[in-house]
């Protein structure tokens, strides 16, 4: 059965798209804080609490999110906030993913894949060799993005995820031949 053509997602044009690196602070970063709050409130607010996502969200300083060492990325669509991740520095050759994003009205577009690259990228230029990042037990389209984009399961996956809580990933990143 297919499916009908006004609920098929709409395929990317990066024509239409802007990869923004912003501080913190910018507005156009707000969608992603104000629906990661809800997402996570949502999803975990029985087991954490409901201020247990603005506590997450504000667990690191926005400084952990700049350059050199750091870097927060918006994607827009015609000037839209529509998908975002950040990384910190988790050790000397590694990068923490972060807040890995996408608008609930632009899902299932690959935006999610399209911010993996982009962080992936940009990690890479910036000297790391390796990734980190988790996600929560209740994410299952996180856990699945991330085994399909080569990440490597730091937990047992056929455990249930409930008895985990966060799903550790990690990655390793191609490095630049040397002259």
């Given at each position: ?26 507005p ?54 529509i ?22 009205a ?74």
């Open positions: 059965m297919t499916a009908e053509p006004h609920l098929r997602p709409r395929p990317l044009d990066p024509a239409r798209l802007a990869v923004l690196s912003l501080p913190m602070h910018d156009r970063v707000r969608p992603l804080l104000d629906e990661l709050a809800v997402e996570y409130d949502t999803r975990y607010g029985d087991l954490f609490g409901r201020s247990a996502a603005t506590e997450e969200l504000n667990r690191y300083p926005a400084a952990e999110f700049e350059e050199p060492h750091g870097a927060l990325l918006i994607i827009q669509e015609d000037g839209e906030s998908a975002g991740g950040a990384f910190r520095r988790y050790d000397d050759t590694t990068a923490e993913l972060k807040r890995i994003w996408t608008h609930s632009h899902r299932r577009r690959g935006l999610g894949r399209l911010v993996l690259a982009e962080l992936e990228a940009l990690a890479a230029a910036r000297g790391y060799t390796r990734l980190y990042l988790t996600t929560g037990p209740r994410q299952p389209e996180a856990r699945h993005l991330y085994l399909t984009t080569g990440y490597e399961a730091q937990f047992d996956l056929d455990a249930d995820p409930e008895t985990i809580g966060p799903l550790a990933f990690t990655k390793q990143l191609a490095t630049a031949p040397k002259d």
